[in-house]
């Protein structure tokens, strides 16, 4: 009797003990297909097709295995089931900086077909370093994110590790600012046309020695506007003044007022400046007004971005508008195609370019003498 009473109460002891372990692990949040088969009294694979909505499995059985997963706060090991499905539905982005409104607009394009599509996003920024851009390539794939979104930065003028991600077989995508010698999947916006109608506008309000402050001349969204800026020129037979475009590298306001000032101080002035952004918009109306010039009477500004800013500094800002929030769903949907290419399918190249829109504002107006 004694043995069976020791026994009894040792078999009672192990009960607890386990019973213990159990909720310490179910406040741990580690609720596995198990314990919830353990609870029920059915097989882990009934749990298991039951969470699926399996047709075999009876609709009693499903909501009993609802009411205890809810209850339990049961979270599928999403680690195990991306393993066997080869898949993290993640996806990686890379911009140059969040804080930019263009950028953020391009997120919300991004989240809203990824969230649609049942993936998550995982956003960097390069801060527009090359070094940073190349820790996020690094640090992306080891997450083994199923593909990237990536706009590279102001200094990225070399392109190996982003080679090096298509050949290891991550899907690409690149948006706004693109690789042009990497054959990847792109999304742009027509910039040499929007800086073709931004310069054709002030030349048709009467302005004709019109200054560029152009972006950093290895980006492809730079080049292609100071084309656009040129073309619109010499359609118009005026002349190409080189010493009219300067070359803005570091894309920052004090940069913009500095080379305007320089530009101020020439003995034939501009009457007039398309900016390569907003932001050295903004550094060139700052310099004017300091020097007591009056825009648009004495210099017109037209930006390109049309930031949220634009509409509220006086004078506001003419600037051409990008569809940032069409270009990040574009850019997604052409991921989300290679993502769910078949083995034997060839990997996809296409380029997609969206239409800018110039929005004319108090900044790039007539002068009134000419005003009808």
Known sequence: MLIFSFVRRLLKSIVIFRLINSLKEMKKGNITIKDLARELNVSPSTISRALKDHPDISPETKKAVKELSEKLNYQPNSVALSLRQSKTNTIGVIIPEIAHF?????????????????????ITQSNESIDREMMNTKALFNSRVDGILISISRETNQFNH??????????????????????????????????????????????????????????TISNNRLNGFKAALADNKYMIDDNLIKICGLGTYEEAEAITNELLDYRFPPDAIFANNDVAAYGAMTAIKKRGMKIPEDIAIVGFSNWRFSSLIQPALSSVTQPGFKMGQEATRLLMKQINLGKDEEAITETISLKTNLVVRESSLKRPSEQV
């Open 162 to 219: 982003l080679q090096q991600l298509i050949d290891a077989g991550t899907p690409v995508v690149f948006f706004d600012r693109v690789v042009e010698s990497i054959n990847a999947c792109k999304v742009i916006v027509n910039d040499e046309q929007g800086a073709y109608e931004a310069t054709t506008h002030l030349i048709e309000q009467g302005y004709y020695r019109i200054a560029h402050l152009a972006g950093p001349q290895n980006l």
């Open 102 to 122: 263009f950028f953020s607009a391009v997120i919300s394009g991004i989240e809203d077909i990824a969230h649609n599509a049942g993936y998550h996003v995982i």
